[in-house]
C-alpha cells in the first residue's frame, strides 16, 4: 500500500480502466458499480452502464446504494422491466461486459455468491444468484473485481452459483454458454487473466508495492505467476480525485 | 402470496398489515426478500420462500431470513431458489398462461442441483438445450404503484420491476397506490394496469417507506442501513416489531416514529 491510496482505490482504479470507451457494461452492485462509474468519468465518458433493475445508459452522480436507486432511473436513457432487460438485452447479446463481484472464486473463475458450508445446513447464507448466473453465461466478456485473500480465493467453491471456465480448458465452449467468459480478475493486489488454453487464472500485473509472495500467500490455489508480470500504473491524480469525489458524494447522500 | 417491487414501489405497508394479522404458514415469492420479507420470515408469518436474491441491497445480509435459513428460528423455512432470469422467465410465463418460462440460464450452476424445480428440455427445431422453470402463479400478488384514478386505473413508472408480470400472472391483484387522482393522463406505453385485472386498491401515501416512489420520494438508504443492526439479534428484531409494526395507528404514524428515531 502506498501512503497516497489505499489498496481499495488501486482495486477500483485498475477495474475502471478494463472499461473501453462505447462499451455497453451491465453493472453488478458495489465494487464494480464504482469501477464503471470512475471509468464513465475519467477515460469512457461513453461507456453505456446498464443496471439489473431496468436503466439503460445509467449517469448516476452519486453511487446506488442497491441496484435500482432512484438516481439510476432518474439518470438512465430508459428503464425496461425486469423480463425485459434479462430476455432482450442480456439474453439478447446486447452486453459487451458483465461486471460482477463475488464472495468466492475459483482457479477458473467459477463464483459463489451463495452459500459457505453446505446447502442445505448453511455455516453462512449468502444472498445468492441474483443476475451473476446469466451475466455470467451471456455477456461476451465478464470482469470480475473482489478482494484477493484465502477466504475468497478458494481451492474449491462450496456452490457453484456462476460458471467461469468450469473445469477448464474448453469446458465452457463445450456446454454452450453464450459468452466468453471472464477475462479479468481485478483485486486489491493485482490483476489476474486466464490462460489462453488451459484457462486458468494467472497473475499477470501486480499493483505497485505488493509483493508476489504477498499475491500467493493471499491465495487458496497454487498461484500460477505470468512469466511476463507487469506492474500496474500507480493511481493518476486525476483517478484518484474522481473516485473520492464520488465517494464522498454518495457519502453525504445516502447518510447514515 | 407475491408482493413484488424490485428495490423500488416494495409494498410496505401491506407488509406491516399482514405482520399486523398474524397470518401464518405463507408461502412467499419475491425475487428479492429485502428487507420486508426479512420482517414477514422473523415475525414468523413464513413457511415457504421462493426468492433469486436474498441480502440487504448495499448493506449485508438480511439477517432474519438467515437466522430462519441456518438455524430454523423462528421457523424452518423452505426456500426456493432461482436466479433473477429464471425468475422474470417464470411471472412471464404465469401472465401468458404458460406452464413454463424458458430461458438460457443455470447452465454450469449449482443451483438446478438444489432446486427440483430447474429443468432442461431440447428445443424442438435446434435441438438447443434451455432451461424450463415452471410459471409462477400467485393466489395474491400485492404491489404498490405512484397512481389510481376513481375507477381503479393503476399507473406505476421508473423502475417497474417485475409487477406488472405479478399482477396478470395472480388469480387476485391487490395494489396500495401513492394517490387516487381523477385522471392518470398516462402516455400511451405507460404502465397501466386496467381496474378490471386489479382486484382491489387501496391508497397508502408512503406506502412503499422506506423504500421509495418515484417522483414523491427518495429511498431511505440511511434506515436500510440501520436495519443491520436491527435484524441481528432476535429480541432487538422483536422489540422493533412490537414498536414499529404493532405499536402504531397507522403506516404514516409508522414513517414519522422511524424518522423522528433517525433524528435523534
Given at each position: 500500500?502506498?501512503?497516497?491510496?489505499?489498496?481499495?482505490?488501486?482495486?477500483?482504479?485498475?477495474?475502471?480502466?478494463?472499461?473501453?470507451?462505447?462499451?455497453?457494461?451491465?453493472?453488478?452492485?458495489?465494487?464494480?458499480?464504482?469501477?464503471?462509474?470512475?471509468?464513465?468519468?475519467?477515460?469512457?465518458?461513453?461507456?453505456?452502464?446498464?443496471?439489473?433493475?431496468?436503466?439503460?445508459?445509467?449517469?448516476?452522480?452519486?453511487?446506488?446504494?442497491?441496484?435500482?436507486?432512484?438516481?439510476?432511473?432518474?439518470?438512465?436513457?430508459?428503464?425496461?422491466?425486469?423480463?425485459?432487460?434479462?430476455?432482450?438485452?442480456?439474453?439478447?447479446?446486447?452486453?459487451?461486459?458483465?461486471?460482477?463481484?463475488?464472495?468466492?472464486?475459483?482457479?477458473?473463475?467459477?463464483?459463489?455468491?451463495?452459500?459457505?458450508?453446505?446447502?442445505?445446513?448453511?455455516?453462512?447464507?449468502?444472498?445468492?444468484?441474483?443476475?451473476?448466473?446469466?451475466?455470467?453465461?451471456?455477456?461476451?466478456?465478464?470482469?470480475?473485481?473482489?478482494?484477493?485473500?484465502?477466504?475468497?480465493?478458494?481451492?474449491?467453491?462450496?456452490?457453484?452459483?456462476?460458471?467461469?471456465?468450469?473445469?477448464?480448458?474448453?469446458?465452457?465452449?463445450?456446454?454452450?454458454?453464450?459468452?466468453?467468459?471472464?477475462?479479468?480478475?481485478?483485486?486489491?493486489?493485482?490483476?489476474?487473466?486466464?490462460?489462453?488454453?488451459?484457462?486458468?487464472?494467472?497473475?499477470?500485473?501486480?499493483?505497485?508495492?505488493?509483493?508476489?509472495?504477498?499475491?500467493?500467500?493471499?491465495?487458496?490455489?497454487?498461484?500460477?505467476?505470468?512469466?511476463?508480470?507487469?506492474?500496474?500504473?500507480?493511481?493518476?491524480?486525476?483517478?484518484?480525485?474522481?473516485?473520492?469525489?464520488?465517494?464522498?458524494?454518495?457519502?453525504?447522500?445516502?447518510?447514515? | 402470496m407475491a408482493l413484488e417491487g424490485f428495490t423500488h414501489l416494495i409494498p410496505f405497508a401491506a407488509g406491516h398489515e399482514i405482520i399486523r394479522q398474524k397470518r401464518r404458514n405463507l408461502s412467499v415469492i419475491r425475487m428479492t426478500p429485502?428487507?420486508?420479507?426479512?420482517?414477514?420470515?422473523?415475525?414468523?408469518?413464513?413457511?415457504?420462500?421462493?426468492?433469486?436474491w436474498g441480502g440487504n441491497p448495499g448493506v449485508g445480509s438480511l439477517h432474519r431470513m438467515r437466522d430462519a435459513v441456518e438455524n430454523g428460528w423462528p421457523g424452518s423455512l423452505e426456500i426456493v431458489e432461482h436466479s433473477h432470469a429464471?425468475?422474470?422467465?417464470?411471472?412471464?410465463?404465469?401472465?401468458?398462461?404458460?406452464?413454463?418460462?424458458?430461458?438460457?440460464?443455470?447452465?454450469?450452476?449449482?443451483?438446478?442441483?438444489?432446486?427440483?424445480?430447474?429443468?432442461?428440455?431440447?428445443?424442438?427445431?435446434?435441438?438447443?438445450?434451455?432451461?424450463?422453470?415452471?410459471?409462477?402463479?400467485?393466489?395474491?400478488?400485492?404491489?404498490?404503484?405512484?397512481?389510481?384514478?376513481?375507477?381503479?386505473?393503476?399507473?406505476?413508472?421508473?423502475?417497474?420491476?417485475?409487477?406488472?408480470?405479478?399482477?396478470?400472472?395472480?388469480?387476485?391483484?391487490?395494489?396500495?397506490?401513492?394517490?387516487?387522482?381523477?385522471?392518470?393522463?398516462?402516455?400511451?406505453?405507460?404502465?397501466?394496469?386496467?381496474?378490471?385485472?386489479?382486484?382491489?386498491?387501496?391508497?397508502?401515501?408512503?406506502?412503499?417507506?422506506?423504500?421509495?416512489?418515484?417522483?414523491?420520494?427518495?429511498?431511505?438508504?440511511?434506515?436500510?442501513?440501520?436495519?443491520?443492526?436491527?435484524?441481528?439479534?432476535?429480541?432487538?428484531?422483536?422489540?422493533?416489531?412490537?414498536?414499529?409494526?404493532?405499536?402504531?395507528?397507522?403506516?404514516?404514524?409508522?414513517?414519522?416514529?422511524?424518522?423522528?428515531?433517525?433524528?435523534?
Amino acid at each position: 500500500m502506498s501512503e497516497h491510496y489505499t489498496s481499495d482505490e488501486m482495486m477500483t482504479i485498475a477495474a475502471a480502466r478494463m472499461l473501453r470507451n462505447g462499451a455497453v457494461c451491465f453493472v453488478g452492485i458495489g465494487l464494480p458499480s464504482a469501477a464503471a462509474n470512475v471509468a464513465r468519468l475519467t477515460h469512457a465518458p461513453d461507456v453505456v452502464l446498464i443496471y439489473e433493475s431496468g436503466p439503460i445508459a445509467a449517469k448516476p452522480s452519486v453511487l446506488p446504494l442497491s441496484i435500482g436507486d432512484g438516481e439510476l432511473s432518474e439518470t438512465a436513457e430508459t428503464v425496461v422491466s425486469i423480463p425485459e432487460m434479462f430476455a432482450y438485452w442480456l439474453q439478447g447479446g446486447r452486453i459487451d461486459f458483465g461486471f460482477l463481484g463475488a464472495a468466492q472464486i475459483d482457479r477458473f473463475a467459477n463464483i459463489n455468491t451463495t452459500v459457505i458450508g453446505d446447502y442445505r445446513k448453511p455455516k453462512t447464507r449468502l444472498p445468492g444468484a441474483g443476475g451473476a448466473p446469466e451475466i455470467a453465461a451471456c455477456s461476451k466478456q465478464v470482469l470480475i473485481t473482489l478482494r484477493q485473500n484465502k477466504r475468497a480465493f478458494v481451492q474449491k467453491l462450496d456452490f457453484v452459483t456462476s460458471g467461469g471456465y468450469f473445469d477448464g480448458g474448453d469446458a465452457r465452449k463445450r456446454m454452450g454458454l453464450a459468452g466468453k467468459g471472464p477475462i479479468g480478475v481485478i483485486t486489491d493486489l493485482g490483476i489476474l487473466t486466464p490462460d489462453t488454453e488451459t484457462k486458468e487464472l494467472t497473475l499477470t500485473s501486480l499493483h505497485p508495492d505488493v509483493t508476489v509472495e504477498k499475491a500467493i500467500d493471499a491465495t487458496g490455489w497454487p498461484l500460477k505467476v505470468s512469466p511476463r508480470l507487469a506492474t500496474t500504473a500507480a493511481p493518476t491524480e486525476v483517478e484518484l480525485s474522481v473516485l473520492r469525489d464520488l465517494n464522498q458524494r454518495t457519502a453525504h447522500e445516502h447518510g447514515g | 402470496m407475491a408482493l413484488e417491487g424490485f428495490t423500488h414501489l416494495i409494498p410496505f405497508a401491506a407488509g406491516h398489515e399482514i405482520i399486523r394479522q398474524k397470518r401464518r404458514n405463507l408461502s412467499v415469492i419475491r425475487m428479492t426478500p429485502d428487507l420486508i420479507y426479512d420482517q414477514l420470515i422473523g415475525a414468523g408469518c413464513v413457511s415457504k420462500l421462493q426468492f433469486s436474491w436474498g441480502g440487504n441491497p448495499g448493506v449485508g445480509s438480511l439477517h432474519r431470513m438467515r437466522d430462519a435459513v441456518e438455524n430454523g428460528w423462528p421457523g424452518s423455512l423452505e426456500i426456493v431458489e432461482h436466479s433473477h432470469a429464471g425468475m422474470a422467465a417464470a411471472y412471464a410465463a404465469g401472465a401468458s398462461n404458460l406452464p413454463f418460462g424458458m430461458l438460457r440460464g443455470y447452465v454450469g450452476s449449482d443451483l438446478p442441483n438444489y432446486n427440483p424445480q430447474i429443468k432442461f428440455i431440447d428445443c424442438p427445431f435446434t435441438g438447443e438445450h434451455l432451461a424450463a422453470i415452471p410459471a409462477i402463479r400467485p393466489d395474491v400478488t400485492i404491489v404498490h404503484a405512484q397512481k389510481a384514478d376513481h375507477r381503479g386505473n393503476v399507473l406505476m413508472w421508473g423502475v417497474v420491476g417485475v409487477q406488472k408480470e405479478a399482477v396478470l400472472a395472480a388469480k387476485r391483484a391487490i395494489v396500495t397506490v401513492e394517490e387516487i387522482v381523477t385522471s392518470l393522463n398516462a402516455p400511451p406505453n405507460a404502465v397501466v394496469l386496467p381496474s378490471w385485472v386489479v382486484t382491489a386498491v387501496c391508497e397508502v401515501k408512503g406506502g412503499a417507506f422506506p423504500s421509495y416512489a418515484q417522483g414523491y420520494y427518495s429511498r431511505n438508504n440511511a434506515f436500510y442501513k440501520t436495519w443491520d443492526a436491527i435484524a441481528r439479534e432476535r429480541d432487538v428484531f422483536q422489540d422493533w416489531i412490537e414498536r414499529y409494526v404493532f405499536g402504531v395507528k397507522d403506516f404514516a404514524e409508522f414513517r414519522r416514529a422511524v424518522e423522528a428515531a433517525a433524528s435523534v
